[in-house]
């Protein structure tokens, strides 16, 4: 069963601008990690947030976890069309000892050049 | 090497056949998962074996069948399969229950 929901479904923005993509879960959490999937191919780990952390940088990416309200952002600054993908958050649930990683529904974002 | 290699690349089998997916990584890592893929959804989790254990079986048919045969390999046999299992395999790998590695898929269609 998935465990995140995330929005939008779908975004599309012009080359140069923020995309920011929002997901939501269920349950707590020992880390919280996004994924990132161009068309029809494997995925691509972008970032790892621990439920400790409120928030973290990587190049153009930045990721916040908000715990009390089961929520992460990942924002994409300066868009480039290249950047276009399907992006996926996931959860790695707490105390279950379950090598487990639950998926999002993903945000498609389409970025105009 | 960080790479996580999958073959076939593409697989097109009847519903009577029996064939092997395969997947291999090199990067000392001792969990390996299978995930399935259907168009426009998340990946779904399959199976998840630690050190070459099977630890999670998320209720799956039969008709498919995970093999570890060591630490680096992963193969998924299928059998009897059903038009609707026509997906994506997504094979990854990880060193604890960190960022996970994905190969790059197999895109298997059942007739």
Redesign the interface.
Known sequence: S?QGEEDPQALSIQEGENATMNCSYKTSI??L?W?RQNS??????LI?IRSNEREKHSGRLRVTLDTSKKSSSLLITASRAADTASY?CAT?ARGTG?????????T?LQVQP | DTE?TQTPKHLVMGMTNKKSLKCEQHMGHR?M?WYKQKA??????MF?Y?YEKL??N?SVPSRFSPECPNSSLLNLHLHALQPEDSA?Y?C?S?QD?????????T?LTVL
Do not use: C, M, W
Request: glycine share 12%; charged share 25%.
């Open positions: 998935q020992n880390n990690q994924y029809g191919r494997g995925l691509v780990h790892l996926f790695d379950r090598r487990a990683l639950t998926f999002g529904s993903g498609r | 996580v969990a998962y426009k959804k998340p990946p779904e989790l998840v630690s630890s999670i998320e994506l997504l990854a990880s229950n960190r960022e996970r590695f994905f190969g790059p898929g895109r």
